[in-house]
């Protein structure tokens, strides 16, 4: 074997990654979510609508955000189980500042509050930085398990958004629900729901594209190889936990927009919406494995399968059994997949 | 006698109360085999931890080149020129021959990684070791054999350039013709200049492949002979502690 042929093999290998890419994960998924769509549409033709899929995409948004952190978390072997308390803090935190700092009231639309906004923004950002940065602190220093510490930070949360908020809502939802007061047009995709693409898009490039990305594979993968290779593994998970922290942030300013209050209880359970997105998409929770892809659609599927439930008259209870054998679908055909590579 | 490359004086390590190594010397030179022997947890994995750097000693002295170093963390080690290939192989199953290749150190070009220039250089590496038994570097480890994860465990360092390194039970889960395969690549590898240390349970590749075995026994360096002045018997005579070895130490 010659050394161009090593390396042509090399390259119709990754033409054939490319193509198993095609034919992997994000294709089923695509295929499903076209299943859903027509036979939703079929038992509800309002199912095909602007308004619809504006639904849809909306609700997407926040859990898109924090699923595409959660996506580096479980890549890297861990879970965060804190980034639904961490919507419901951030909103309150920021609702709490733009209420009281900065003197927004309800009686201000969403065009003469963007300064305020801009701020509560970062305000959101920030809180969800600290979340993770406790969470990297308890799982780097403590040695305490991923589970446990967000569990942990994830009670804390929850509390703390109750004592700021009092219990109840900061800001009124009657007449500040911003995403469709700074656009009322009834668009699929509302500038909120562009800007999540855009931030996804960016981070799953830093995913598949970037050494930060590369390693978060290589310690979810052998985490004693990671660091024999001389990466820091602490500090890079301490990252992971900040970017899954901050995009939560981020999701908290989402849902207030959206709500046009932050409320304590916005984010709960939306951590295993998040989980169910990444691992319907294709990752294990064993680490190593997932693609943004996979993530995002696994979202998108699970929205679509709510918001058709509801529109097609049963009752959306039947959602969590839906989800629950999405999950159990991906999880067999990844176990397929990994047998099929093992006797390759 | 050259200067070795490596040479350990002393070095101590316990775990808690367990005292693992207790006062071990160890050379190492250019261009030879120094194969290290010895019982189950008689603590040789725990010496090439703290070689690495992932594992620092509680004390002794490290002289690399005649010259004291300290190794605190693995890219000490590497910044040397020493690399491990581990008992367990420390690859990342879910990421191709390259990406372990470079692991640690990938190539970069604009800010992104060169991929083109990363896949050249591994071929090239693994071309250069006679190795044939890989069809592409973009494959996943986890669809390796074990002998080619060896293969690629052992490519990572020399791809490093590395001057020293260290193989724990490189041929443990082989069978015979990979076993081979891998011994040859091992007596390659000094053969260029390398001073390499290799760990096995296995006398008969030791004999094969050592120029100088070293004993270790519960801690403590009992033997470092010249594989020419010695046999199979006293070896194991004195991994077992059944032998005590009277000559002069390597
Ligand atoms: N991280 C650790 N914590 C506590 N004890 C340890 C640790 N690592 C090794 N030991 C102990 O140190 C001793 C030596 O272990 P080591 O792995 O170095 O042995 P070894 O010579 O490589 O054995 P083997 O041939 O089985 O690989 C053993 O008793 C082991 O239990
Ligand atoms: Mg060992």
Redesign the interface.
């Known amino acids: 074997?010659t050394?161009s042929h090593?390396?042509q093999?090399?390259?119709?290998?990754?033409l054939q990654?490319l193509t198993q890419l095609a034919t992997n994960q994000s294709t089923i998924l695509v295929g499903v979510m076209i299943l859903l769509t027509i036979v939703f549409s079929s038992l509800e033709p309002k199912f095909l609508s602007a308004l619809t899929a504006n639904n849809i995409l909306t609700d997407w948004g926040s859990v898109a955000l924090i699923a595409v952190g959660q996506t580096f978390v479980i890549i890297s072997g861990g879970i965060d189980l804190s980034v639904g308390a961490t919507i419901g803090l951030s909103g309150v935190v920021s609702a709490w500042t733009m209420a009281n700092v900065l003197g927004v009231d309800q009686t201000i639309k969403g065009g003469e509050a963007s300064g305020a906004l801009l701020i509560g923004t970062l305000v959101s950002v920030a809180v969800g930085v600290l979340v993770g940065l406790t969470n990297a602190f308890l799982i780097n220093r403590f040695k305490i398990v991923p589970f446990i510490a967000t569990l942990s930070t994830m009670g804390a949360a929850l509390g703390f958004s109750v004592i700021i908020s009092k219990g109840a809502p900061i800001g009124s939802a009657s007449n500040f629900a911003l995403i469709s007061a700074i656009d009322p047009k009834v668009n699929p995709f509302s500038w909120a729901v562009i800007v999540v693409i855009i931030v996804v898009v960016i981070v799953g490039l830093f995913l598949h594209?970037?050494?930060f990305g590369?390693y978060t594979?290589?310690i979810?993968?052998?985490s004693?190889?990671?660091?024999?290779?001389?990466?820091n593994v602490e500090r890079h998970l301490t990252k992971v936990y900040v970017l899954s922290g901050a995009l939560a942030g981020l999701a908290g300013m989402y849902v207030y927009l959206r709500l046009g209050a932050g409320s304590p209880s916005s984010g709960t359970g939306r951590e295993l919406d998040a989980i169910a997105a990444v691992v319907i998409g294709g990752a294990s929770l064993m680490g190593?494995?997932g693609r943004m892809l996979g993530t995002v659609l696994g979202a998108l599927i699970l929205f679509t399968v709510q918001s058709g439930l509801i529109m097609i008259g049963v009752a959306p209870d039947w959602k969590k059994v839906v989800v629950a054998v999405l999950i159990a679908a991906a999880v067999a055909v990844q176990t397929l997949q990994?047998k099929n590579?093992?006797t390759? | 006698m050259d200067v070795p490359v490596i040479e350990l004086t002393g070095i101590v390590k316990s775990f808690g109360p367990v005292d693992v190594l207790k006062g071990v010397d160890l050379k190492a030179f250019a261009g030879k085999v120094t194969a290290l022997v010895g019982d189950n947890g008689a603590g040789k994995s725990t010496l090439v931890k703290g070689l690495?750097g992932?594992q620092p000693y509680d004390g002794g002295t490290v002289k690399y080149d005649g010259q004291e170093v300290h190794l605190h963390?693995?890219?000490e080690a590497?910044a040397l020129g020493i690399e491990?290939v581990?008992q367990?192989?420390?690859?990342?199953?879910?990421?191709d021959i390259?990406?372990?290749m470079f692991?640690?150190?990938?190539e970069?070009r604009f800010g992104?990684?060169d991929?083109g220039t990363m896949?050249?250089q591994a071929?090239?590496t693994?071309?250069g070791l006679s190795v044939?038994t890989?069809?592409?570097?973009?494959?996943?480890v986890?669809?390796l054999s074990g002998g080619q994860r060896q293969t690629v465990a052992i490519a990572r360092s020399v791809l490093k350039n590395a001057k020293v390194v260290i193989l724990d039970e490189p041929t443990a889960a082989l069978g015979v013709a990979q076993t081979e395969q891998v011994l040859n690549l091992v007596r390659r590898l000094a053969d260029s200049g390398v001073a390499v240390i290799i760990i096995s349970h296995n006398l008969v590749d030791v004999f094969k492949v050592a120029d100088y075995i070293a004993v270790l026994y519960l801690g403590t360096m009992v033997a470092s002979v010249a594989t020419a002045d010695t046999n199979s018997d006293d070896v194991v005579g004195y991994i077992t502690g059944s032998k005590t070895y009277e000559g002069k130490n390597v």
């Open positions: 074997m050394d090593l390396a093999s090399a390259r119709s290998a990754r990654q594209k970037s050494r590369l594979y290589a979810g993968s052998n004693f190889a990671a660091r024999a290779a001389g990466i190593g494995v990994s590579r093992r390759a | 690495a992932v963390t693995p890219r590497s491990v581990y367990d192989l420390a690859l990342a199953e879910n990421l390259v990406q372990n692991l640690g150190r990938e970069t992104t990684m991929e896949e050249r071929s090239e693994l071309q044939r890989v069809k592409s570097v973009r494959q996943k986890s669809s």
